[in-house]
């Protein structure tokens, strides 16, 4: 089966390897078959169609990149069949994308097509606004692919952005920066992600919502209260994932990390201007997290590479985005 993405194109290069993550953290066995952004396709090798459709399903909704997915099987008359029977779908739509210019095609022949295989196979009721299930055509690479479409909830960030927070500070992380860090840390489903400079609850937000436990820790108590309230607003009602928030020094090297991956956002300039205590903060999270942990995804304001070849680790990879004219932060991550 292949994976077709198509991604958001602010960071490619970085969505890349977060999909890529994502793909690893669900166990999913796959190489990259093609990469010419917008579009990323993935060839799966262990493939099981229900199992593999919860996955891909999980995947697109975690990502911070996937702006939608086409899963293209070998047999998609009998895909179609199996994930009907599995997850009892009923209406459908169709849809036809092209991302070449060069590609000539009949976009109604190829809707009408689309409608006769989904009513072949037992799928009577046409709903464009609310499917079940979308079946697509797609145009790129000098081919066409037909499968299975999946979209993310568009909607997803902008409801949980710092100023809709009961508890507001201006240096919390965006929704969509600490989910990257998450998706970034390599953590699976069900897995810790371990935050050591939570503030007001970036990070366990958006962890929670895509059914990882977190365990954080902040230094200003008023912050630490401030990220109960603001999780606790924003998860009302039973969770599948645990959250921990400790108010104390992560400094203090009081928590166990080896089962643990990190996504966090040390706090540089932000809340000290004094250099010799950020370069602190930063040799005590490489020594302390970043040789220990599973895998991670941290920011920083600057680079940080002689401090990680003080400390001889090599596997991580640097990333810049550039914020303003004046402002380039460094995104660092391990296993890639």
């Not at 070449?100 to 009408?112: A, E, V």
């Not at 295989?117 to 609310?130: A, C, H, Q």
């Not at 009602?237 to 009081?254: H, K, M, T, V």
Request: hydrophobic letters at 40%; proline letters at 5%; a positive charge.
């Amino acid at each position: 089966m292949k994976i077709i993405i198509k991604l958001s194109m602010d960071f490619p290069e970085i969505y890349r390897y977060e999909n890529m993550k994502l793909f690893s953290s669900e166990g999913v066995i796959f190489k990259e078959v093609f990469y010419d952004p917008p579009i990323q396709i993935f060839e799966v090798l262990n493939y099981d169609s229900p199992r593999l459709l919860q996955s891909i399903r999980y995947i697109v909704s975690r990502s911070t990149s996937i702006k939608r997915c086409l899963l293209v099987p070998n047999s998609l008359h009998d895909f179609l069949v199996e994930i009907r029977d599995f997850f009892n779908y009923g209406s459908f739509a169709v849809h036809v994308h092209r991302e070449s210019s060069t590609i000539r095609y009949d976009r109604n022949k190829d809707i009408d097509e689309l409608v006769k295989l989904m009513r072949s196979v037992g799928y009577d009721e046409v709903s464009l606004k609310n499917p079940d299930i979308i079946l697509a055509k797609l145009y790129c690479e000098d081919r066409n692919y037909t499968g299975v479409e999946l979209y993310p909830n568009k909607r997803r960030f902008v409801d949980r952005r710092p100023s809709k927070r009961p508890i507001f500070s201006p240096f919390s992380l965006e929704p969509k920066l600490a989910r990257l860090l998450i998706n970034l840390s390599g953590v699976p489903r069900n897995g810790i992600v371990i935050d050591p400079f939570c503030g007001v609850g970036g990070v366990p937000i958006e962890a929670a919502y895509i059914d990882v436990n977190s365990i954080c820790v902040e230094l200003k108590y008023k912050w630490a209260r401030g990220a109960i309230r603001n999780i606790e607003y924003f998860l009302s009602g039973p969770q599948r994932c645990f959250y921990e928030i400790i108010s104390g020094d992560s400094l203090d090297a009081f928590i166990n990390v080896e089962s643990m991956y990190l996504a966090t956002d040390p706090p540089y300039g932000r809340i000290t201007s004094v250099s010799s205590i950020v370069d602190e903060v930063y040799r005590y999270l490489v020594s302390s997290f970043l040789r220990k942990v599973r895998g991670a995804a941290f920011f920083t304001d600057r680079d940080i590479g002689d401090i990680l070849a003080d400390y001889r680790l090599s596997h991580i990879v640097r990333f810049t985005i550039p914020v303003h004219s004046s402002l380039t932060r460094f995104l660092y991550v391990t296993g890639v």
